[in-house]
Nanobody, 120 residues
């Protein structure tokens, strides 16, 4: 199986920056797409950013231009650099990867999340 562990969350002032990390274990990291999701109290979990095995990225409109997702396959780690943070970015951030085969979802793996709070 795949295990994911997020780190780097914390309290930051509006306009500040934070860098989240997700360390993966279990093998096959370089072949998998990775994603960052977030969930605020009372709201649905939403996709923030994703990165494919070849480095193609996509972002939610709400974070585009402010957040950057990247990966280091040698370290089995995916990062989320968050700049110009806003109070509405406050949420628990989760790392995710999916096991796919022939377009079918065979597995869905999540970390336990890391809290990001943007407040003055």
């Amino acid at each position: 199986q795949v295990q994911l562990v997020e780190s780097g969350g914390g309290l930051v002032q509006p306009g500040g920056s934070l860098r989240l990390s997700c360390a993966a274990s279990g093998g096959g990291f370089s072949t998998r797409a990775m994603g960052w999701y977030r969930q605020a109290p009372g709201k649905q979990r939403e996709l923030v950013a994703k990165i494919t095995s070849d480095g193609t990225t996509n972002y939610a409109d709400s974070v585009k231009g402010r957040f950057t997702i990247s990966r280091d396959n040698a370290k089995n780690t995916v990062y989320l650099q968050m700049n110009s943070l806003k109070p509405e970015d406050t949420a628990v951030y989760y790392c995710n990867t999916k096991r796919m085969r022939v377009g079918a979802l065979l597995g869905d793996f999540w970390g336990h999340g890391t809290q990001v709070t943007v407040s003055s």
